[in-house]
């Protein structure tokens, strides 16, 4: 009974040590990538930095093993600790060489029921790095808000997709609202690099020629547009919300997160606060399949399959034929499920 004890004891103890090394092994990872994306100096000093520091933390481990002394593990907590703090002091900024297409962020102010925004982006885009840059200044009256959509963006594969909200008013214009990174001149995306304060977050409303079609016809996305069927009151509310999340960037920069603060999530939590109730699900991590959950939820147009809705809402065909057309907007949604043969809304919206 002794030496089974002794056993189970000597097995219990390997495993917990190997659950302690597997957490050092993933901080020293986190801190090589920390390091990489955020250390000072350039692409040499960086990658310097990274290096050494997975170097100390496999070093650890692997004395800590040899020796079967925990206190060689000290200087790399203690290291850890220090990079810690370093990392709590990196703030998010609005003061860069920004890109072009992010170089401003929508501002607005209400009154009564006229928003006025500045900062609305309207730009011509030949290719994706070829474009008239335009920034406008737009009023809308939210007693003429009647629609609301989702546009999916797949840049990526079936998993991931840019998550983009559009507005319809009575006088046939659309609004889009886009949640993005703010990147800096030659930057591109890296969804690694999201986790690691890598981008500030930017919030653009652009007119639909802009920035759907810059997706579907300059860089080749592949997109899918979903009318969300919402009381007008809701429709307001979210409107309104995206104000708000304009304000609040205004006020404090804020950073963008892969996987808690990007173009899907920011939505759902403004939502959320509308629609009180609806359920956490992983595809709202996996954006890709965001039109499934609104399916689910009883969110998109009644009465079809949701096959149908995909089908019919499958608009990079036509975005592709509307690239000179300047009803670009309705174009796109003809015969869409909730609008007619000429794009216009034809369902009646929920009662509130």
């Given at each position: 009974?002794?030496?089974?004890?002794?056993?189970?004891?000597?097995?219990?103890?390997?495993?917990?040590?190997?659950?302690?090394?597997?957490?050092?092994?993933?901080?020293?990872?986190?801190?090589?990538?920390?390091?990489?994306?955020?250390?000072s100096?350039?692409?040499?000093?960086?990658?310097?930095?990274?290096?050494?520091?997975?170097a100390?933390?496999?070093?650890?481990?692997?004395?800590?093993?040899?020796?079967?002394?925990a206190?060689?593990?000290?200087?790399?907590v203690?290291?850890?600790i220090?990079?810690?703090?370093?990392?709590?002091?990196?703030?998010?900024?609005?003061?860069?060489?920004?890109?072009?297409?992010?170089?401003?962020?929508?501002?607005?102010?209400?009154?009564?029921?006229?928003?006025?925004?500045?900062?609305?982006?309207?730009?011509?885009?030949?290719?994706?790095?070829?474009?008239?840059?335009?920034?406008?200044?737009?009023?809308?009256?939210?007693?003429?808000?009647?629609?609301?959509?989702?546009?999916?963006?797949?840049?990526?594969?079936?998993?991931?997709?840019?998550?983009?909200?559009?507005?319809?008013?009575?006088?046939?214009?659309?609004?889009?609202?886009?949640i993005?990174?703010?990147?800096?001149?030659?930057?591109?995306?890296?969804?690694?690099?999201?986790?690691?304060?890598?981008f500030?977050?930017?919030?653009?409303?652009?007119?639909?020629?802009?920035?759907?079609?810059?997706?579907?016809?300059?860089?080749?996305?592949?997109?899918?547009?979903?009318?969300?069927?919402?009381?007008?009151?809701?429709?307001r509310?979210?409107?309104?919300?995206?104000?708000?999340?304009a304000?609040?960037?205004?006020?404090?920069?804020?950073?963008?997160?892969?996987?808690?603060?990007?173009?899907?999530?920011?939505?759902?939590?403004?939502?959320?606060?509308?629609?009180?109730?609806?359920?956490?699900?992983?595809?709202?991590?996996?954006?890709?399949?965001?039109?499934?959950?609104?399916?689910?939820?009883?969110?998109?147009?009644?009465?079809?399959?949701?096959?149908?809705?995909?089908d019919?809402?499958?608009?990079?065909?036509?975005?592709?034929?509307?690239?000179?057309?300047?009803?670009?907007s309705?174009?796109?949604?003809?015969?869409?499920?909730?609008?007619?043969?000429?794009?216009?809304?034809?369902?009646?919206?929920?009662?509130?």
């Amino acid at each position: 009974m002794t030496f089974l004890s002794h056993r189970a004891r000597s097995v219990l103890g390997t495993f917990g040590k190997m659950a302690v090394s597997l957490i050092l092994l993933l901080t020293a990872l986190w801190g090589a990538l920390a390091l990489w994306y955020q250390l000072s100096g350039g692409t040499a000093a960086q990658g310097i930095g990274a290096l050494l520091w997975g170097a100390l933390g496999v070093a650890s481990i692997a004395l800590w093993w040899m020796r079967g002394d925990a206190r060689v593990l000290l200087p790399y907590v203690a290291g850890f600790i220090l990079l810690l703090v370093w990392w709590s002091f990196i703030t998010p900024k609005q003061q860069r060489v920004w890109a072009d297409d992010v170089a401003r962020n929508v501002t607005g102010k209400v009154a009564g029921n006229l928003v006025t925004l500045d900062n609305v982006r309207n730009f011509d885009w030949r290719s994706d790095d070829d474009y008239t840059v335009k920034w406008e200044q737009r009023s809308y009256d939210l007693d003429e808000l009647r629609t609301v959509d989702t546009a999916l963006s797949y840049w990526t594969g079936p998993y991931i997709a840019h998550t983009l909200i559009s507005f319809g008013f009575a006088d046939g214009r659309f609004l889009t609202f886009s949640i993005e990174i703010r990147k800096e001149k030659g930057e591109s995306f890296s969804a690694i690099g999201g986790f690691f304060k890598h981008f500030e977050m930017s919030l653009i409303a652009a007119d639909e020629r802009d920035i759907l079609r810059v997706r579907t016809n300059a860089r080749g996305e592949d997109m899918h547009l979903y009318r969300v069927m919402m009381p007008k009151a809701a429709m307001r509310s979210l409107f309104l919300a995206y104000l708000d999340e304009a304000q609040a960037l205004k006020n404090q920069p804020r950073f963008y997160n892969t996987l808690t603060a990007n173009c899907t999530t920011i939505v759902f939590e403004m939502v959320r606060r509308i629609v009180p109730g609806l359920p956490l699900d992983f595809r709202l991590m996996a954006s890709g399949y965001l039109d499934r959950y609104l399916f689910d939820v009883k969110g998109l147009v009644p009465g079809l399959s949701f096959q149908q809705l995909r089908d019919g809402g499958h608009v990079t065909a036509r975005a592709r034929a509307a690239n000179d057309d300047p009803d670009f907007s309705h174009a796109i949604r003809r015969a869409m499920p909730g609008y007619d043969e000429a794009g216009f809304p034809k369902l009646q919206m929920p009662r509130q």
